[in-house]
Every structure is written in C-alpha cells, then in structure tokens.
C-alpha cells in the first residue's frame, strides 16, 4: 500500500457527506472526532476521507488550513491501520478537529492511534 492520499480518496460529494452526518456513526478521542459510514461507491479505494477544523474555534484560515494538513498527514501515515480493520467493505469518513486550540502532532499521531483502535472495537462489536 503507498502512503499516498489521492485526489480520487477525498470524500467530496455533498449527497455523501450530508447522509453521513445524518446516518454515519462516530468515534472520537478529544480532539479528534472520526464520523464513518459504510457506503457503496465505484472506485478502487476502500475508503473516501474528509478533514475539517471549525470556523468558530479557529477564525483565522491559517490556523484552520494548518490544522486540516495536519490531519491529511495523520490518515496519509496511519491508511494502512484503517485499511486493516475494514474487511473489504467500503467506507466514507470524516476526521474533524473538535479542539479549542492546536495540538502539537506528536500528541494528535498517539490520540489517533486511540481513535483507530476504538473504530475497531465499534467494527467488530457491529459486525458480531
């Protein structure tokens, strides 16, 4: 698996990203918030990701574009844990930033390891 995170696996249809608010169900590890669903798209990828940061906590865009890159680089290094726990199955997700303030990224690459481990504990506990 390349360490890649391609054009063609960014979540960017708005129909996908409003039904997964509506009907996708989440996992978070402060400040991280992961919001998944399974879904059904024609494409190579198992899964579509999507990054956001708040505009009401962050009011400047650098601040929000700083945090939104480092969150692209924390699923680019950990894809293959996330590819490891999906079974096949196809998935769109979104990895929002809940926090106040910006984390250093040593801190949010261990909090993303929780929150990998607690999507696969809600995998297996939903599949069995």
Known sequence: MRYTFAKSEKLKNEKEI?????EGASVS???LKLIF?????????LVKMAVSASKRNFKKAVDRN????MLRELFRLNKHEIYSC???KKYVMMLMYVGKKEEKMELL???IDQLIEKFREK??????
């Open 37 to 45: 669903m399974e879904s059904s798209f024609s494409d190579t990828h």
């Open 109 to 111: 690459q261990s909090k």
């Open 86 to 88: 999906l079974d096949n």
């Open 66 to 69: 700083r945090i939104k890159r």
């Open 29 to 31: 590890v402060f400040p």
């Open 123 to 128: 995998q297996h506990s939903a599949s069995a």
């Open 18 to 22: 409003s039904k997964l608010f509506l």
